[in-house]
């Protein structure tokens, strides 16, 4: 399935594209140049696609994301236009209507909008607050966690970015910070790994901050990665945060934090999370942070209270969250649900993946705030 989604599907939609936006300059050209040679005509459309495609030589995967987003756009004015024509009793639609669409520049025009809002939205970080209750024996005022995921250094925020971010985080005087996985990813230098956790680990709070892998922090796609597995663990331990990996600390004598080793690391089998909290009391805060948003009845089984993960950019680039929903890739692809006893959390992260671009969610921290059933 996998294999499918990510290497099958992706050159199946490239080809299909290519195959559209063979169709669309032919026909524009057929539209616009009624009175030359067949010949010239296939000569014109090769040359038209070869003017289309020049740009991925130089700006690659991010020029092909936008001629899909231009395809698309051009296919949902095609299926309107088929529609119009359909119910319009008008036989001929007005011929200033006609060169625009047959031109492309409506969906050339749609297209920037699109990719201005996507910059704008991945720059614009937000705030998302949620308020959990626990039955469990808690102090009174509870605990209040602030969770960053997904940064992937290096794609957007720069380090003076980043520290503004950090500024506005401090602000909230949290308790707890977790830092939930792929904070930097294969793309990201040793000098901006270094950066990102030395500008991360000087969040305020007050009982520490805490790191789980994702799947992309430890260079798992790469063959030839920009730092080693045990010069990112130490860059995290020298910014004074403190990794869990399968393992787990224990704030308060009230809360446990769970830390799970990711389950694509492909150098280790993870613990189960019945091995991990067997010898846990039972009367403490169980808050599980998994970067993959998974195994959610196991978690619920083991008689956890939280769990908190990232990793599903809640789509980040629209459709791509809906697929995901639809072929149930996650346990949960955004926000908050309860499964019984347990409450489940997924942010949407503070940037994204591959692209600086965000059409789907918005990017964010979280601010989780732990209150007693009966606190103020």
């Known amino acids: 399935m996998m294999l499918f989604l990510w290497g099958v599907l992706p050159v199946l939609a490239f080809i299909g594209m290519i195959a559209y936006l063979l169709w669309k300059i032919s026909g524009g050209i057929d539209f616009f140049c009624k ?24 700006v690659k995967a991010t020029w092909v994301l936008v001629l899909l987003h231009f395809a698309v756009i051009l296919l949902v004015m095609d299926l309107i236009a088929w529609l119009i024509h359909k119910i319009w009793k008008k036989k001929e639609f007005p011929i200033l209507w ?3 669409y047959r031109s492309g520049v409506i969906a050339a025009l749609l297209t920037c909008m699109v990719f201005v809002y996507g ?29 960053v995921s997904d940064l992937h250094y290096g794609i957007t925020l720069n380090q003076e970015q980043l520290q503004e971010e950090v500024t506005k985080m401090s602000g909230e005087n949290a308790d707890i910070v977790i830092l939930d996985g792929d904070i930097v990813d294969e793309s990201t230098t040793q000098t901006q790994m270094q950066e990102a956790f030395q500008t991360l680990g000087k969040i305020a709070n007050k009982y520490g901050v805490y790191y789980v892998y994702g799947n992309h922090d430890q260079n798992n796609y790469t063959s030839h990665p920009n730092y080693g597995r045990d010069e990112l663990a130490d860059t995290i331990q020298q910014a004074g945060i403190t990794i869990l990996d399968d393992e787990v600390e224990t704030i308060n004598d009230e809360i446990a934090l769970i830390g799970r080793s990711d389950k694509s690391d492909p150098t280790k089998v993870r613990k189960t999370i019945s091995e991990l909290t067997a010898n846990l009391d039972s009367a403490q805060e169980w808050i599980v942070l998994d970067h993959q948003p998974t195994e959610y009845e196991e978690v619920e089984n083991a008689d956890c209270d939280m769990i908190v993960s990232g990793h599903t950019h809640g789509g980040q680039i629209w459709p791509a969250g809906l697929f995901a929903i639809a072929l149930h890739l996650d346990d949960q692809s955004y926000g908050e649900e309860t499964l019984n006893q347990l409450h489940a959390i997924v942010t949407s992260g503070i940037a994204g993946w591959g692209f600086p671009l965000r059409t789907e969610k918005h990017s964010e921290y979280i601010v989780i705030n732990l209150k007693p059933v009966n606190g103020k």
């Not at 910059?119 to 102090?139: G, L, M």
């Open 35 to 58: 009175s030359i040679s067949k010949k010239r005509k296939k000569i014109m459309t090769i040359i038209g696609l070869i003017i289309l495609l020049l740009p991925a030589v130089s």
């Open 98 to 100: 006609k060169r625009l």
């Open 119 to 147: 910059t704008y939205n991945i720059y614009h970080v937000i705030q998302t607050d949620y308020t959990v209750e626990t039955a469990k024996a808690i102090r009174e005022d509870g605990y209040k966690i602030l969770v």
